[in-house]
């Protein structure tokens, strides 16, 4: 009996296609379901948050290997360089975390900083501690952060009565604190020596005026108008949107207490405030906001494309990391701001940069230690090496300066700037306290640029803003 | 018998699924598609739906939302004062910036149907910008547009023209951004009408030419009844992009507000910082529904109304 040689069965163009067809779509299928590829390790702990262990932060925690990430938006070539310094300090103080982290400006993988990390909270997969250079109270405030008092009163270093008041209570809502302010770079006024000089003012420090009115006299003899142009502006008021809280109680008012959980805008003080400035626009800049605004970046701080440095104002409000940040080419001095007719005292603010935990984070306290490690020694040493940042933290070493300005400016100089500002921290503003501080912030700069388009009266304005913020707040607080 | 050649008898005789040719080409075709509908279902679908939903609720996206019925529609109708701002600077730009960009569009379009030395190098150049990433073209403006040393501003000094303030301006901030809308967008509008002035037949536009039409009517009797398709699409593209502009309004802005005045507030720009800015997504979601809504209503009108001044060739043998 023979056998039948089965031929071997040909594969024609359409079966070879429904093959490549099923072969793809099985390719994609098994590339869209979780699980068999590397993803990061599922959050732990339940929806509360999870509770600190009894170790101290002074203990080394157990021998573990542990790898802690850190998120942050930092890039300059200075964080390259001195942030991994930073970090290799803390993992010989404990060698078994190992922090991951980049600079590259944004979260890894890229995207917006914000919308990516919130998108992680919300996943229960956030970095085991994050920089903001949003509030912590803003994000607090939605449970988008752990609260780490219990953390901060184990603490060795971090414990809360080592900052300055008013930084760490930016951290603050509703009695938590949610976060840690590793800066808190003060505020105050600059003004250009040379263009004093040429007017024949004192350029002394102790002789800057210490009152609004006083400051707008100077403005007045400082003000130089040329074929119907301005040439040279004392000060603009408005320019510095971050210190609106600082005139506010500069003029014995506030824009918002978080004690009382409201919005002051509306108040006298405040609309006072405006009028006053309107007084600068119209006696001193020529009465039309927009042309005013062509002539210069009014907003550019004192840095090099501002108007303070091109020489179109002679004065400007800046903060403590400006110096060793905007290389002023000229000389320069700093003073405190004036105070309003109803104010009491000067009072400073500031802008930090805040470190936070994110709610869902795996290892509590070593996160804790990592984020108390850049909130104290390690902002020192980025102070010391790096831009004059006054460090939120309170217990430095009394005879530290910044390395740059003494380079640029000399010892003394470094020295008294050192003293000016922490010293200037101790009255500072209530700022950065509000659980709607973005909406309130852009509430505030459309009330303003109102004002100053002459479209509505300040106190029309403030009131129209004040009800804005309140009602937003009252909806904000219900749903939390 | 045995056992197994019981079963393997069985076995023999079961039916036998037999696809027919064109079942198996079409579970053949859906295998193919099936990637883009993943796609299509997790990437849009499943975000519309959702999105549908959230605009009903409050949701911050760090807590489970919360259901409010209209509330979020309430408030944007009612109670936010910047809704309407942004309602009211999107149309103005996409009122100005849709003809304008038709018309430019065909203007060159036009142009660049010559049959010239270097035309395709021409073709090329005009359709550039259209490949320049939003957020760099606005950069670049910001620069062309700057009051004092913008080389615009130089340019209308010459003309006499002075201080026009541009982004810095209330009154010129919208028609700034309309310049780099039509810089950015004509030259893809340019290729689409390039292509529609191509199938124009020959013969027709000769027999006019004999009849004793002169240009312009060749051009009114002729060539726009042909173009019309074209033009119903890009003015259906141009409206449903116009509405949607974000990039450029978001980086011209200054600072905490919108332009000055917020002349700037686009209603995307107003929505973005309602889900990112305020971590409201529910009334973020609101508007993106409202705006969907809006633009459904604009497109069936527009089809709507092509019965009366769009020209079909097929319908005219049919």
């Known amino acids: ?480 | 018998m045995s056992h197994s050649s019981t079963f393997t008898s069985r076995m023999t005789h079961l039916p036998r699924l037999r696809l027919t040719r064109k079942a198996r080409e079409t579970i053949t075709g859906y295998l193919f598609v099936l990637p883009w509908l993943i796609a299509l279902l997790v990437f849009i679908a499943y975000p519309m739906v959702a999105s549908f939903y959230f605009s009903f609720t409050e949701y911050t996206m760090l807590k489970p939302p919360r259901f409010i019925g209209l509330d979020n529609f309430n408030t944007m109708f009612n109670k936010d004062p910047l809704y309407w701002k942004s309602v009211e600077n999107t149309a103005y730009y996409a009122f100005f910036s849709v003809p304008l960009s038709i018309a430019i569009g065909l203007i060159l379009a036009l142009l660049l149907n010559q049959n010239v030395k270097g035309i395709g190098f021409y073709r090329t150049a005009f359709y550039l910008p259209g490949l320049v990433p939003a957020v760099a073209s606005t950069l670049l403006w910001m620069v062309l547009l700057d009051p004092k040393l913008g080389l615009v501003n130089l340019t209308l000094r010459i003309f006499g023209i002075e201080g026009i303030g541009w982004l810095r301006s209330a009154a010129w901030s919208k028609p700034a951004l309309i310049l780099m809308a039509l810089w950015g967008g004509s030259g893809s509008t340019m290729i689409i009408f390039l292509a529609a002035l191509k199938e124009i037949p020959q013969s027709l536009v000769e027999a006019a030419m004999i009849d004793g039409a002169n240009a312009w009517q060749r051009f009114w009797n002729v060539t726009i009844p042909l173009i019309t398709p074209t033009i119903l699409f890009n003015l259906i593209m141009g409206i449903i992009g116009s509405f949607q502009v974000f990039a450029s309004a978001f980086v011209a802005g200054t600072g905490n507000t919108a332009g000055p005045l917020n002349s700037l507030l686009m209603y995307m720009l107003h929505l973005y910082r309602y889900a990112f800015r305020y971590y409201n997504m529910g009334y973020a979601s609101a508007m993106a529904l409202v705006m969907f809504l809006v633009l459904v209503v604009l497109t069936v009108a527009l089809m709507r109304s092509s019965r009366y001044w769009v020209y079909y060739e097929s319908d005219e043998r049919n």
């Open chain 1, 1 to 480: 009996m023979s056998h039948s040689i089965r031929p071997c069965p040909t594969l024609n163009r359409r079966e070879f296609l429904r093959l490549a067809g099923i072969a793809g779509s099985a390719a994609v299928v098994a590339s869209c379901t979780p699980g068999s590829s590397a993803t990061q390790p599922p959050p732990t702990g339940n929806a509360e948050e999870p509770q600190p262990t009894d170790t101290p932060s002074s203990q080394a925690p157990a021998a573990e290997q542990i790898t802690l990430s850190w998120w942050n938006q930092f890039f300059t070539p200075l964080c390259q360089e001195l942030f991994p310094q930073i970090i290799q300090e803390f993992e010989s103080q404990h060698p078994n975390i190992k922090v991951e982290y980049e600079l590259s400006g944004g979260p890894p993988g890229g995207g917006e900083y914000i919308e990516v990390l919130l998108a992680r909270i919300a996943a229960g997969n956030p970095p085991d501690t994050c920089t903001l250079w949003t509030p912590p109270s803003e994000f607090g405030a939605r449970g988008a952060l752990m609260a780490i008092d219990e953390l901060m009163a184990g603490a060795a270093k971090a414990k809360p009565d080592a900052f300055y008041e008013k930084p760490l209570k930016s951290c603050q809502w509703k009695g938590k604190t949610y976060g840690l302010p590793a800066s808190a770079g003060a505020g105050c006024i600059f003004f250009n020596k040379g263009l004093f000089e040429e007017k024949g003012i004192s350029t002394k420090r102790e002789d800057f005026p210490t009152t609004w009115e006083g400051l707008f006299d100077l403005c007045r003899k400082l003000t130089t108008v040329e074929n119907g142009e301005v040439t040279l502006a004392g000060f603009v008021p408005w320019a510095q949107s971050w210190l609106r809280p600082v005139y506010a109680q500069n003029n014995g008012g506030q824009i918002f207490s978080a004690d009382e959980g409201v919005y002051k805008i509306n108040s006298s003080n405040n609309v006072e405030m405006l009028e006053h400035w309107l007084k600068y626009l119209d006696e001193l800049y020529g009465g039309d906001i927009e042309a005013f605004n062509l002539i210069s970046n009014w907003g550019g701080d004192v840095y090099p494309e501002g108007a303070f440095q091109l020489g179109k104002a002679a004065i400007d409000a800046s903060g403590a990391w400006a110096p060793t940040d905007a290389q002023i080419p000229f000389e320069w001095e700093i003073a405190k701001f004036p105070v309003g007719p109803r104010g009491e005292k000067s009072h400073t603010g500031f802008w930090p940069n805040w470190w936070a935990m994110p709610k869902g984070v795996k290892f509590v306290n070593e996160a804790f230690l990592l984020t108390e490690h850049f909130c104290t020694d390690g902002w020192v040493y980025w102070y010391i090496n790096g831009t004059m940042d006054t460090p939120a933290w309170k217990n430095i070493p009394p005879d530290i300066f910044c390395k740059a300005v003494e380079k640029t400016y000399g010892t003394e100089r470094a020295i008294d700037f050192h003293k000016f500002f922490t010293e200037y921290l101790n009255d500072a503003a209530e700022m950065w306290t509000s659980p709607i501080e973005n909406f309130a912030n852009d509430t505030l700069g459309q009330t303003i640029d109102e004002v100053l388009h002459k479209a509505k009266t300040p106190e029309e304005a403030l009131a129209n803003a004040q009800e804005l913020c309140q009602t937003k707040l009252q909806e904000t607080l219900e749903s939390l």
